[in-house]
T-cell receptor, first 112, second 114 residues
Framework: GESVGLHLPTLSVQEGDNSIINCAYSNSASDYFIWYKQESGKGPQFIIDIRSNMDKRQGQRVTVLLNKTVKHLSLQIAATQPGDSAVYFCAEKIQGAQKLVFGQGTRLTINP | ETGVTQSPTHLIKTRGQQVTLRCSSQSGHNTVSWYQQALGQGPQFIFQYYREEENGRGNFPPRFSGLQFPNYSSELNVNALELDDSALYLC?????????????FGDGTRLSIL
């Protein structure tokens, strides 16, 4: 069925270190994936996306990796800063469907 | 470029009442999707509107309904409110319905049912 899950509900990293947030998805018909950042009291903010015909995409300080063989998605944040503290959601879009299916999120906490 | 805006930001209702939430899409975006986000959960898809018609619906009862206007703004209506309807309601817009186009979210309306 449709489900997007996360391996860890919380992640704590030192400021300046790299963060890796993981996500597993179960629907092989998903062809588009997005990472969102949600700060307290705000809506999800688009970070980066990737289509299923790619396995890696880079943005500013962020990289998304897609492994279709094991249905795994990860978000890497380089040189984590205090402003990166938030809940991060991965979301998948099944081919032909309109909706995004979200996981429960990972809370990223930055230690000074 | 104006982002997605939602109103009101907060709302308190009682069981059995009806509520209307509003959303203005990001400029250039003709597709609006609504999501419900319970505390500590990821957003759940309610429905999507494109060209003023419903274009996909999630697992929500008919008392959740919507509209889209010619300027692409949208409303979410919920009748016969229940306690479980307490949640953050998010609107997202996108430049089309096709795959590979990110949905951009507003900051939501926090609905509390007493």
């Amino acid at each position: 069925g449709e489900s997007v899950g996360l391996h860890l509900p919380t992640l704590s990293v030192q400021e300046g270190d790299n963060s890796i947030i993981n996500c597993a998805y179960s629907n092989s018909a998903s062809d588009y994936f997005i990472w969102y950042k949600q700060e307290s009291g705000k809506g999800p903010q688009f970070i980066i996306d990737i289509r299923s015909n790619m396995d890696k995409r880079q943005g500013q300080r962020v990289t998304v990796l897609l492994n279709k063989t094991v249905k795994h998605l990860s978000l890497q944040i380089a040189a984590t800063q205090p402003g990166d503290s938030a809940v991060y959601f991965c979301a998948e879009k099944i081919q032909g469907a309109q909706k995004l299916v979200f996981g429960q999120g990972t809370r990223l906490t930055i230690n000074p | 470029e104006t982002g997605v805006t939602q109103s009101p930001t907060h709302l308190i209702k009682t069981r059995g009442q009806q509520v209307t939430l509003r959303c203005s899409s990001q400029s250039g975006h003709n597709t609006v999707s609504w999501y419900q986000q319970a505390l500590g959960q990821g957003p759940q898809f309610i429905f999507q509107y494109y060209r003023e018609e419903e274009n996909g619906r999630g697992n929500f009862p008919p008392r959740f309904s919507g509209l889209q206007f010619p300027n692409y703004s949208s409303e979410l209506n919920v009748n016969a409110l229940e306690l479980d309807d307490s949640a953050l309601y998010l609107c997202a817009s996108s430049p089309g319905t096709g795959g590979g186009q990110p949905q951009h979210f507003g900051d939501g309306t926090r609905l509390s049912i007493l």
